[in-house]
């Protein structure tokens, strides 16, 4: 139960069930920009075919869906009211931050299994003018057996929608990259004006990336790019360069969404190893996520990798 200095936390949502073919697994690599020497996520023939690691963040949007659905009417928070705290309006919603831990590789379809997501609220917090945030933990679980494959820790910023009396939340835990110290790898993205349009196609709906109206309401001038996208191609860069391109080399991985992207913007990631080595022989990866020549977009940056060399070709 939620305490007053806590409200909100330890509600959960509705279990929802979710399910994924090979066709949803391809699109979804190639709309994050994985490449023709990574055959094994982009090929459904390759005999290391695999699903790209992060794709569960797309599943609460999904769900079960093979059609476009009504972005607005599956997340007005009024279907789902989270208690002791105000309704928000979902119109008016970004992403603050995630980290997923990867605890089992998804198969390449769900088919013949039951998955399901499992979310409940960590806490609500009150930002004040600037808005609220809402943290929740999901679990991505085999029904059947109960094993969880995935669980992702997220941040949502309500916009505006503050000043409610709530409690102000946390200070969030940062992770610079080091100081003085050159990167070891670099990383580039280049959107394309459709880039969001081609990402929504997932199952994330939300129209304030498909239409300028959304946008300009909120202040952003325009349409702009989904914070996933950056965040999983951020993930996609890393693993490509430090992590030779094998799932089984990323254990977390995580950001804040810090800025805004717009469609056709250049992004550079900048990657780190620090040497520090955590039990199993993870390593400790920071990162940095910039619009070319300007504004971060993806700081608080870190991965827990093994590293490997980086893949050159992917060959039958």
Do not use: C
Not at 212 to 227: L, V
Not at 251 to 270: I, M, N, S, Y
Request: aromatic share 10%; hydrophobic share 35%.
């Amino acid at each position: 139960m939620a305490s007053t200095s806590n409200p909100g936390a330890g509600f959960e949502y509705p279990r929802h069930e979710v399910s994924w073919l090979k066709r949803d697994v391809l699109l979804f690599a190639n709309s994050i920009g994985a490449t023709a020497d990574e055959l094994h996520f982009l090929y459904e023939l390759h005999p290391d075919f695999q699903v790209f690691p992060t794709y569960p963040v797309i599943l609460p949007f999904k769900r079960t869906d093979q059609e476009v659905i009504d972005f607005y009417a599956r997340n007005s928070s009024s279907s789902n009211p989270i208690p002791n705290v105000p309704k928000f309006d979902s119109r008016r919603v970004v992403d603050g931050q995630r980290l997923v831990t990867f605890l089992k590789p998804l198969p390449t379809t769900s088919a013949g299994r039951t998955f399901e997501i499992r979310t409940k609220v960590v806490g609500v917090y009150d930002k004040g003018k600037a808005g609220s945030v809402v943290d929740t933990e999901m679990e991505l679980v085999e029904k059947n057996s109960g094993e969880v494959y995935t669980r992702v820790f997220g941040s949502a910023f309500f916009v505006g929608q503050g000043n409610w009396g709530g409690p102000k939340g946390p200070a969030t835990q940062s992770f610079p990259p080091p100081q003085g110290k050159k990167p070891d790898a670099v990383h580039t993205l280049q959107t394309t004006k459709e880039s969001a349009h081609l990402y929504r196609l997932n199952g994330d709906y939300n129209p304030l990336h498909a239409t300028p109206e959304p946008g300009q309401k909120m202040g952003f001038g325009g349409a702009i790019m989904h914070g996933l996208f950056s965040w999983n191609s951020a993930a996609h860069g890393i693993l490509a360069e430090i992590g030779g391109s094998d799932p089984a080399n990323m254990k977390e991985f995580q950001a804040r969404f810090a800025a805004p992207v717009k469609p056709g913007d250049k992004l550079v990631t900048e990657i780190w190893r620090t040497g520090e080595i955590k039990e199993g022989g993870w390593e400790e990866i920071r990162f940095v996520t910039r619009v070319e020549g300007g504004k971060v977009v993806l700081s608080n940056g870190r991965a827990l990798m093994k590293p490997a060399p980086k893949k050159v070709a992917s060959k039958l």
